[in-house]
């Protein structure tokens, strides 16, 4: 049975960080799977997430949507079952449910990504 739990979110100011992790349970060869994290915006509920970054199986490539790049950063440790995505200079626009995925290989659409967690909300207030 696989278990994947976000964690970090929380209430924070424009212009603070924070730091999300995701750990995975169940999958014996998390080192073998991409991962990503995702985000669902206030009122988009019915729409697909959307695609923050994305860190492949060893770490060593990473991707990231256009108006996250350069504030947040993902990361993974593999021998504790662990991806991480440190987010500096929050705005408010940022405000979502941020959700971990286990890639069955390296994407940016939830189609690819096998297991979720429940996501952890970051509110960001002015």
């Known amino acids: 049975q696989v278990q994947v739990e976000e964690s970090g979110g929380g209430l924070v100011q424009a212009g603070d960080s924070v730091m999300l992790s995701c750990v995975v349970s169940?999958?014996?060869?998390?080192?073998?799977?991409?991962m990503g994290w995702f985000r669902q915006v206030p009122g988009k509920e019915r729409e697909e997430r959307e695609c923050?970054?994305?860190?492949?199986?060893?770490?060593?490539?990473?991707y990231y949507t256009d108006y996250v790049k350069g504030r947040f950063t993902i990361s993974r440790d593999n021998a504790n079952n662990t991806v991480y995505l440190q987010k500096d200079n929050l705005k408010t626009e940022g405000k979502a449910v941020y959700y971990c995925?286990?890639?069955?290989?390296?994407?940016?659409?939830?189609?690819?990504?096998?297991?979720w967690g429940r996501g952890t909300q970051v509110n960001v207030s002015s």
């Open positions: 923050v970054a994305t860190i492949n199986y060893s770490g060593d490539t990473t």
């Open positions: 995925g286990v890639g069955s290989f390296g994407g940016t659409t939830t189609a690819v990504y096998i297991d």
């Open positions: 169940g999958r014996r060869t998390f080192d073998k799977y991409a």
